[in-house]
């Protein structure tokens, strides 16, 4: 097996500038941690503002340099590279991120077909770039068309809960644009955007074009954020940053894109494939430790069946296998660190106090070898108020919140009666329902009869507070690229 080489814990993984393996300016370093065992995994450079704005500069050279020749089909060529170099590597990725981040290494390896397919997808969409022609009622004989540019200069931030596909998420679209990036991974998971970046090198993609600078999120990602030559911040992360991204990127104006949290919904009706729905729901939340930004955190089942259910989605989780993510029979593994740990256990707690019954779960796991590292049960809580913070508030883990609705428009009010909208699920074998649930509800994503699919093709982002922009698609690419408009007159 193609395992990284991570014993080395005194080798410092640098950062990734102009091409370049570098120390940061002043020096600093940080270690990143197997959330398992509480071991140190790797110790990382870690950037701030200087070394920001030396990537920055090397990003804006780039878009000026070489980078701006490649034609669309070279762009392409360097992006299906890129793919086969990832696809060949697949297996360190699989353990990079299982090991920064505790994802099970089942989920981490079920990714390859989605994470390559991503990187294709963005490979084919460079040849797809067009402006339009456009009709005028100009006086003269005018032509007048659009052309599409790359928007510059892209700050990329990105969260630890899914290291590798939210790095592709964001190289991709700059690669097929032709943008260039300096990218800023979370702390407590930077392994897989630093490994990325090496293989971009490798895959032919110019120094300068992916910069990858670790460091802290106030420190360098705030630097990044209010850089005056980043033309556009790509953020994924919670609403707290994200307010704060916007406040920074007044300066000069910078397009922003903001992928934020979530409570979403899963709506289960009594008409529903039960067997189907029990399963659904339940890894809707409790997939990646409920780590996913649009996890279905408050489950709504239908009160003719909502003792029964819930009942059943307990059972679930308390069948399910808590361990270390190395393991190949592991389906929950644990939380990404003692900071995110201690945040779900006071939810708990909060929960309990609002009037909250605890019916699968509620604790840390405390004896053996998982008492090392940052494992929670899988939790279900009964008889939940809309209003109460456990169904207001993200919780971003392994905790579902059960609510009993009575008719479609109640599951409605309740599903679209938080601050968020960035995923949610319908179960019901009534197609019409379906639909009218699904245009109902305020969110980026209606899963029906299954949840969390993702697809490289399929647009994903937020309504309301979850933010805007979406990533994967042909709108994805999109957000990176501005309209240019030619007006011409003859003669
Ligand atoms: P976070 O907001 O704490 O951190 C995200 C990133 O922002 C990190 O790289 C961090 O270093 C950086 N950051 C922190 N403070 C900053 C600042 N002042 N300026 C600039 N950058 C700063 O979020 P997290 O805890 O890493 O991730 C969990 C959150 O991300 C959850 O809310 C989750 O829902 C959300 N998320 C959303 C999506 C989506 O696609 N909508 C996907 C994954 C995660």
Redesign the pocket.
């Given at each position: 097996m193609n395992r990284p080489n991570l014993e080395q814990t005194d080798v410092v993984r640098k950062l990734i500038i102009d091409g370049k393996f570098v120390m940061p300016v002043a020096g600093q370093t940080f270690g990143t941690y197997n959330p398992a065992t509480g071991e140190l995994l790797a110790t990382v450079a870690q950037g701030d503002a200087e070394d920001i704005d030396i990537a920055v500069k090397a990003a804006r050279r780039a878009f000026e340099g070489p980078w701006s020749k490649f034609t669309p089909f070279q762009r392409q060529e360097v992006l299906l590279k890129f793919a086969d170099f990832v696809d060949r590597n697949f297996e360190e990725f699989s353990m990079l991120d299982t090991l920064d981040m505790g994802m099970p290494i089942s989920l981490t390896r079920g990714r390859r077909q989605r994470a390559i397919g991503m990187i294709r997808f963005y490979a084919s969409m460079c040849t797809a770039i067009t402006g339009r022609t456009l009709p005028n009622s100009l006086p003269g004989d005018v032509f007048a068309y659009t052309l599409k540019e790359p928007v510059g200069v892209v700050g990329a931030?990105?969260?630890?809960?899914?290291p590798l596909t939210?790095t592709i998420w964001k190289i991709g679209p700059v690669l097929a644009t032709g943008c260039t990036m300096v990218l800023?991974?979370?702390?407590?998971a930077p392994l897989t955007a630093l490994r990325l970046g090496e293989l971009a090198l490798e895959a032919g993609v110019p120094p300068g074009v992916i910069n990858v600078v670790p460091g802290?999120?106030?420190v360098a990602?705030?630097a990044?954020?209010a850089h005056m030559d980043v033309d556009k911040v790509a953020?994924?992360?919670?609403?707290?940053?994200?307010r704060?991204?916007i406040e920074?990127s007044k300066g000069n104006i910078k397009r922003l894109m903001l992928?934020?949290?979530?409570k979403s919904p899963d709506i289960v009706f009594a008409d529903a494939d039960l067997d189907r729905a029990v399963p659904g729901a339940a890894m809707g939340i409790f997939g990646n430790s409920g780590q996913?930004?649009?996890a279905g955190s408050r489950l709504l089942v239908q009160r003719s069946i909502y003792d029964a259910f819930v009942e059943r989605v307990a059972d679930f989780a308390k069948g399910l296998k808590v361990g270390n993510g190395v393991e190949t029979e592991t389906q929950i593994g644990p939380v990404v660190s003692s900071r995110q740990m201690k945040r779900v256990q006071s939810y708990l707690g909060i929960g309990v106090d609002e009037g909250a019954e605890v019916v699968a779960g509620g604790s840390r796991i405390v004896e053996g070898q998982l008492g090392k590292g940052y494992f929670l049960e899988p939790t279900v809580m009964k008889n939940v108020v809309p209003t109460m913070r456990v169904a207001q508030e993200?919780i971003?883990g392994p905790v579902v919140t059960a609510i009993p609705f009575d008719e479609p428009e109640d599951a409605l009010r309740i599903a679209n009666g938080t601050a968020y909208g960035?995923g949610s699920g319908v179960w019901t074998r009534d197609v019409a329902k379906a639909h009218v649930v699904a245009r109902g509800i305020r969110s980026g994503t209606v899963w029906v009869n299954c949840y969390g699919l993702l697809d490289p093709v399929i647009p994903?982002?937020?309504y309301k507070m979850?933010?805007y922009g979406r990533?994967s698609g042909h709108d994805h690419v999109e957000e990176y690229l501005a309209t240019k408009s030619i007006v011409l007159q003859n003669g």
């Open positions: 931030i990105t969260p630890w809960n899914a939210s800023k991974p979370a702390e407590d802290l999120g106030t990602g705030a990044l954020a953020f994924t992360g919670s609403d707290a940053t994200g704060q991204i920074a992928e934020l949290g979530g996913i930004c649009s993200e971003f960035l994903f982002g937020g979850s933010g990533e």
